[in-house]
């Protein structure tokens, strides 16, 4: 019989499900992650001046925040001190009130994280089928404080955790981020512990020391992650 106009569209698209599942799994997703002031942060630096992508959970937050539903659930939540407002109108999300009032109760924490975390999770899927589509085989970091936390290792292909001992991190927050004790040791508390994180992740980087030893340490974290990937078939 003649052919329904839609029959080449069809095609397309089963050849374009095809390159796509050609490509699926080309795609590795990497978390990035550790206890505030374990130096998380200077390995996603030179991940990225390596040239790799990397994506950082904060700056995905801060665009998150600025959402109309988002900013709508954490003032309902938190109250309107969440948000600072200018002359103009324009509205800031207030980062420090916010990390103060969940971090002193576990429950309000749970919430915000319930209202945030979805929303991360979609811009991030967004971003990585965008970077998919246009790459293919490439690695994506995702430096993020809290993975094990919310159970999220799975939705990764590998994890690797940055860990260094408590009176390390607590000597570079105080010299490098105006916070009190109390405030580290709340987020300290509320961080899941490094024995937590060797047991689950794929890689552990051990970051006790001098900066300038990390690109090293970071070109060996990348054949490492390259072995695992691609293991060579004996």
Request: charged share 25%; hydrophobic share 35%.
């Amino acid at each position: 019989g003649p052919q329904s106009p839609a029959q080449p569209f069809q095609k397309q698209a089963a050849q374009r499900q095809r390159k796509m599942t050609r490509h699926a799994g080309r795609l590795k997703k990497i978390a990035l992650t550790g206890g505030i002031g374990s130096g998380k942060s200077s390995l996603a630096r030179v991940l990225s001046e390596f040239g790799y992508s990397v994506f950082d959970a904060d700056k995905l937050v801060s665009e998150v925040v600025t959402e109309d539903d988002t900013r709508n659930a954490i003032v309902t939540l938190l109250g309107n001190d969440s948000y600072s407002q200018d002359s103009t109108g324009h509205l800031t999300y207030n980062r420090q009130f916010v990390r103060e009032r969940v971090f002193s109760e576990p429950q309000l924490r749970g919430e915000l994280e319930k209202i945030l975390h979805p929303r991360l999770q979609n811009r991030f899927e967004v971003r990585c089928r965008e970077i998919e589509a246009t790459s293919g085989a490439v690695w994506i970091f995702y430096e993020a404080a809290l993975i094990f936390e919310q159970a999220r290792e799975s939705s990764f292909d590998a994890v690797v955790s940055v860990v260094a001992s408590e009176d390390v991190r607590r000597r570079r927050l105080q010299s490098s981020r105006q916070l009190s004790d109390d405030l580290i040791s709340a987020i300290f508390a509320a961080q899941v512990s490094d024995h937590v994180r060797r047991s689950k992740s794929t890689f552990i980087f051990e970051n006790e020391g001098r900066m300038d030893e990390l690109p090293k340490f970071t070109l060996e974290l990348v054949s490492q992650l390259r072995q695992f990937f691609h293991p060579k078939s004996h």
